[in-house]
């Protein structure tokens, strides 16, 4: 069937929607702004230090917030009418927007007797209503997705900025990890074997000696040769208009509006999954599936995993094409079998998928996971999502076994309250600042316990809670190897996650 293009199929349940939407956006803009009086820490400093600043903050609070909350109160029929009409409408939802670009500069078809090599990024925007947004200590949604939207637009490349804003790999030596190797610009450190039977890792606490620490592969720019932008927490309508039109201009393929709002299995859903999903080459096929046991504040959303087939080429009249998924799981730390679930059913999903959609003779490049998991490889709250059975095929470069992570890699969530500060505030700065353990201690999030607080007896060494992933499965008769990964600093500012890049080397046959 063709992707849709449009929420609707006919135009009658569009304009049905649209004026639900109208009904719908007075309580809305009320609700927003008076969330959206909540100040960030970076309005607090400016009060702090503006004469009569606190002074002016009381005083918008006092007149703002009642008459707001007035406001919230008269549109509340106009709401309950407006969800009325809106509820129903969405069972005949698509679950996600297609849209093409033809201006936009196709990728090459790849000729399988070349090796290929294809790049891939995940990145948690934080891109919610204003007001909601500000439980992350961030804001001004419109302001940041324009901002987002001209960083992720990858420019033309400079040979002299981290060699394409991906950080290459080196093999072990005689010497084990290395540091810099003296040809290149940038930072040179181990993948692993991508061969090693993950299955057969058993759970191990952190080495004792502490291994040496090593410089992470950090880099202040996007891979300006990406073939696939996955995004999460793209909530905000006007958001991901943004994101489209300006990454339109560079990949022609974009999936958006993933998942439907309304009543499903007695939850109400107010929004979206947020996912989003942008590529050079065409897509073939897509799908999406809710998870069904969202609670407490995620069951608001639907939070689900998008599945996507593209094409990569042809050889001898066999289809070349690649899978990838993109999801975001539940996030309360205390959650852990919640999200356990949804690992199962996200790995179940992707297999029946690549069932479904590959016909005889194809090859397969490609077989890639990306999202925000919401765990993290290090604190013992985790333990359980760390050993589910999703890494025994799939691949985590920067893990080395349940609990453990390779040396160099760090965590992807920032310390949310320290997002404004000085040593963090630009690319370049943020790069610096998270390249010292020092640094990586006080600006990221670090380990947690079941309920969520720190893990003040974290046996270390402490790197931070990398919640970000992006997986790969290879696929024979190809042979896949990595070839870099990175940690990205762009989004200074714009967003309390680190976004990850992952380049895979794909070659005909055994290497």
Not at 47 to 70: D, F, K, M, T
Not at 173 to 179: I, Q
Not at 458 to 474: C, S
Request: glycine residues 8%; hydrophobic residues 40%.
């Amino acid at each position: 069937m063709p992707l849709p293009e449009s929420p609707f199929r006919s135009p009658a349940l569009a304009a049905l929607d649209a004026a639900a939407r109208a009904l719908l956006a007075p309580g809305f803009w009320a609700l927003n702004q008076l969330l959206d009086l909540r100040p960030t820490t970076a309005e607090r400093r400016r009060r702090r230090q503006s004469p009569c600043g606190w002074c002016r903050g009381c005083a918008a609070w006092a007149l703002a917030g009642p008459v707001l909350a007035v406001l919230l109160l008269l549109s509340l029929p106009v709401t309950a009418l407006g969800l009325l009409l809106w509820l129903p409408l969405q069972a005949a939802r698509s679950p996600f927007v297609y849209q093409h670009t033809a201006a936009a500069a196709p990728a090459k078809p790849w000729d399988l007797r070349q090796r290929r090599t294809f790049t891939f990024l995940s990145a948690n925007l934080c891109l919610l209503p204003s007001g909601l947004a500000k439980f992350s200590n961030l804001g001004q949604t419109p302001q940041r997705a324009a901002d987002i939207a001209r960083r992720l637009v990858p420019a033309a490349p400079d040979p002299d900025s981290d060699r394409a804003g991906l950080v290459e790999p080196r093999h072990r030596g005689a010497n084990g990890y290395g540091g810099t190797r003296g040809t290149e610009r940038s930072i040179a450190v181990e993948m692993p074997e991508v061969e090693r039977p993950m299955m057969e890792t058993p759970l191990m606490e952190p080495p004792e000696p502490p291994e040496p620490e090593l410089p992470p592969p950090l880099s202040e720019s996007f891979p300006p040769d990406a073939d696939i932008l996955c995004l999460q927490e793209v909530f905000d309508a006007a958001a991901a208009t943004c994101l489209r039109r300006r990454l339109g201009r560079v990949f022609p393929h974009i999936i958006s509006e993933v998942g439907t709002g309304g009543l499903c299995r007695g939850r109400l859903r107010l929004l979206g999954s947020g996912l989003f999903l942008a590529s050079r080459f065409p897509v073939l096929a897509a799908a999406f599936h809710s998870f069904p046991n969202g609670a407490r504040e995620d069951a608001m959303a639907d939070k689900g995993l998008l599945l996507v087939q593209v094409l990569l080429g042809s050889a001898r009249h066999r289809r070349v094409v690649g899978y990838i998924g993109c999801t975001h799981l539940q996030a309360p730390a205390g959650d852990g079998a919640v999200r356990e679930a949804q690992l199962t059913l996200a790995l179940r999903w992707l297999q029946q998928f690549q069932q479904e959609q590959e016909q005889s003779g194809d090859v397969v490049a490609f077989d890639v996971l990306c999202g925000d998991l919401n765990f993290d490889n290090c604190s013992r709250a985790d333990q359980l999502n760390q050993r589910h059975q999703l890494f025994k095929v799939y691949q985590d470069p920067c893990r080395r076994a349940p609990g453990q992570d390779e040396p160099w890699a760090i965590g992807t969530l920032l310390n949310y309250l320290e997002i404004y500060e000085e040593p963090v505030s630009t690319p370049e700065k943020m790069k610096r600042t998270l390249s010292s353990p020092s640094g990586r201690r006080q600006f990221l999030a670090g380990p947690i316990l079941t309920s969520g607080q720190p893990d003040a007896t974290f046996p270390g060494p402490w790197r931070g809670r990398r919640l970000d992933y992006v997986v790969f499965r290879p696929r024979p008769p190809l042979h896949t190897d990595v070839a870099a990964v990175s940690f990205i600093t762009r989004l200074a500012m714009c967003s309390d996650h680190l976004p990850v890049a992952l380049s895979l080397h794909v070659v005909p046959g055994a290497p």
